[in-house]
């Protein structure tokens, strides 16, 4: 079975607010499972490092996930039809796309699930999930200031700040136990969020606009990431292992959804919004630990959980141009 598409205008290209109404409720929806699979992410990492290794938690969720992909890719082979109406390629056939994805590879896995998954050694998963909310930061300075391929304004600039706000109000850092753990976990925490800033930056402005399906666009993120963890072994997966279903089901849930699926859905949204708005996942990841230790594990449902939901909404809102400062001019003012 096949699949063909057309390939999508960047973000903000004219005519983007035309777009059907069923095409952005799939956006959305799409945004949503990534916020519900990775914040749920930092749970099942927790859980795995109670029987394996850091390194042997990144190399599984890797390998898991690219598996995941290239079956998915084995089975539809998707393709891009290009002007002229002639299918493209399934896989790229430039040398230089397979090395823009390898310094994707470094930047959106190896490096980040290696730092995220050797800093919860160390620091809570509330503080994780905390510094992973650094992303949009990361990525605005990123996109604005390195590749140059977004341009903020003030409304969208304070989204990133309300919405970084509506984080921390969540996770409520005034409580002390919140806060736990070491310096380096925590530094471990912002180099992560940092390689996904540059992540988010870099596809945009080198690989988003050429001729990929999304589907084989995730799959070459992952796939080449698999490959570098696959030469990276002897060093980061060689160790004793102690697996039950809890752990087990953590690392699968970690490569085929957090690694594998998650990432189809994000180059969508990637393409529909652009990085800096694509990167507001982050606010809908914190929320989501909150839902689960109150669902799964009887936490208390305190005041500030759903005042912090209400401003995370408002900064997403904010910095996808959805709401915005003052009044719009008027046509021909």
């Not at 290794?53 to 890719?73: D, K, M, Y």
């Not at 590749?147 to 700040?161: K, N, Q």
């Not at 984080?167 to 806060?179: C, F, K, R």
């Amino acid at each position: 079975m096949s699949s063909t598409e057309q390939i999508e205008a960047p973000a903000g290209a004219s005519g983007s607010s035309a777009s059907p109404t069923p095409k952005r409720l799939s956006t959305w929806l799409q945004f949503l499972a990534m916020g519900l699979v990775w914040g749920a992410s930092f749970l099942f990492m927790k859980v795995a490092l109670d029987g394996v290794s850091f390194g042997q938690v990144a190399w599984s969720r890797t390998l898991l996930g690219a598996l995941a992909l290239g079956a998915i890719v084995l089975v539809t082979r998707p393709r891009v039809t290009a002007p002229d109406g002639t299918p493209g390629p399934v896989l790229p056939r430039e040398p230089a796309v397979w090395g823009h994805f390898l310094v994707v590879s470094l930047t959106t896995c190896v490096i980040p699930y290696l730092c995220f998954a050797w800093a919860e050694q160390y620091v809570s998963s509330s503080l994780a999930s905390i510094y992973n909310a650094t992303t949009p930061i990361m990525t605005a300075l990123m996109a604005t200031l390195v590749f140059r391929v977004e341009r903020l304004g003030l409304s969208r600039w304070a989204g990133v700040g309300v919405g970084i706000l509506g984080v921390l109000v969540v996770i409520g850092p005034w409580q002390i136990t919140a806060l736990t753990g070491s310096v380096a976990g925590q530094l471990a925490c912002l180099v992560a969020t940092a390689c996904y800033g540059f992540t988010f930056g870099y596809q945009r402005r080198f690989l988003s606009g050429r001729p990929i399906a999304p589907a084989t666009f995730a799959f070459l993120s992952i796939g080449v990431s698999a490959v570098v963890m696959l030469v990276l072994t002897p060093v980061v997966a060689i160790g004793p292992v102690a697996l039950d279903w809890p752990i087990a089901l953590s690392l699968v849930a970690l490569g085929v959804l957090g690694t594998g699926l998650a990432y189809i859905w994000n180059i969508n949204v990637l393409r529909a919004w652009g990085p800096t708005g694509t990167s507001t996942v982050t606010y809908v990841t914190p929320v989501v630990g909150v839902a689960l230790g109150v669902v799964l594990l009887g936490e208390r449902f305190s005041w500030h959980e759903p005042l912090g939901a209400a401003l995370v909404l408002v900064g997403i809102l904010l910095t996808q141009g959805r709401l915005r400062f003052g009044r719009r001019r008027r046509a021909g003012a």
